[in-house]
């Protein structure tokens, strides 16, 4: 009943690996594995492919394999983990072009609900009114909610522009090391 049947072939130990990433970067992920090795594992269930259609969220978990005899593997696991930090620091690069917009922005906008709101007191709780004082607080109040979007887009750009050769450097990096384990492994 139960039959053994040999195909003529070796057994082939695997490790695994999971990476999850960003939807945007998972076909720079699996060109780069490749590189050292892995390739997508195709023994999943049909409800969990190995590089899914459709990412939930903006996030894709990747399931690789490969050899775990594999010729020159710690030289491959230096150059992944080098891959991999690249990958960080390009992250971080893409992350700091609007974080400091995003500070100075939220900083502007809470200046201009402070004075709108010394404005509001002014109005209610003085006796006399003094609307002369209520004016002088509302106009900054009012350009303080203005200015925070216009404010966050010129901060943007600005970085944008001192990252984007940073990246770049990071990407050439990523190619030379891709390079190397694809020697490596051919």
Same mark, same amino acid.
Not at 68 to 75: H, P, V
Not at 84 to 87: D, G, L, P, Y
Not at 92 to 108: C, D, F, N, P, R
Not at 154 to 158: D, G, N, Y
């Given at each position: 009943?139960n039959?053994?049947?040999?195909?003529?072939?070796?057994?082939?130990?695997?490790?695994?690996?999971?990476?999850?990433t960003?939807?945007?970067?998972?076909?720079?992920?699996?060109d780069?594995?490749?590189?050292?090795?892995?390739?997508?594992?195709d023994?999943?269930?049909?409800?969990?492919p +190995?590089?899914? #259609?459709?990412?939930? %969220?903006?996030?894709v978990?990747?399931? $690789?394999?490969?050899d775990? =005899? *594999? /010729?020159?593997?710690?030289?491959l696991?230096?150059l992944?983990?080098?891959f991999?930090?690249?990958?960080d620091?390009?992250a971080?690069?893409?992350?700091?072009?609007?974080?400091?917009?995003?500070?100075?922005?939220?900083?502007?906008g809470? +200046?201009?609900? #402070?004075?709108?709101? %010394?404005?509001?007191?002014?109005?209610? $709780?003085?006796?006399?009114? =003094? *609307? /002369?004082?209520?004016v002088?607080?509302?106009?900054p109040g009012i350009?303080?909610?203005a200015?925070?979007?216009?404010?966050?887009q010129?901060?943007?750009?600005?970085r944008t522009?001192?990252v984007?050769?940073?990246?770049?450097?990071?990407?050439?990096e990523?190619?030379?090391i891709?390079?190397k384990?694809?020697?490596?492994?051919?």
């Open positions: 009943m039959e053994v049947t040999r195909s003529g072939k070796d057994y082939v130990g695997y490790e695994y690996k999971t990476v999850t960003g939807s945007e970067k998972v076909s720079m992920y699996v780069a594995y490749a590189n050292f090795g892995w390739t997508p594992d023994s999943l269930p049909a409800k969990q +190995a590089i899914p #259609a459709r990412p939930l %969220g903006n996030t978990t990747l399931k $690789l394999k490969r775990r =005899k *594999i /010729l020159n593997k710690a030289e696991t230096r992944q983990q080098h991999e930090a690249c990958m620091e390009i971080a690069l893409e992350k700091s072009k609007t974080s400091a917009g995003i500070a100075y922005a939220q900083a502007v809470l +200046a201009g609900t #402070a004075f709108m709101a %010394g404005s509001v007191m002014a109005i209610t $709780l003085l006796e006399p009114v =003094k *609307i /002369l004082l209520c002088m607080l509302a106009v350009i303080g909610w200015i925070p979007y216009p404010l966050f010129h901060l943007t750009k600005k522009a001192e984007a050769p940073l990246i770049e450097q990071k990407y050439d990523i190619h030379e891709c390079e384990g694809n020697a490596l492994i051919h």
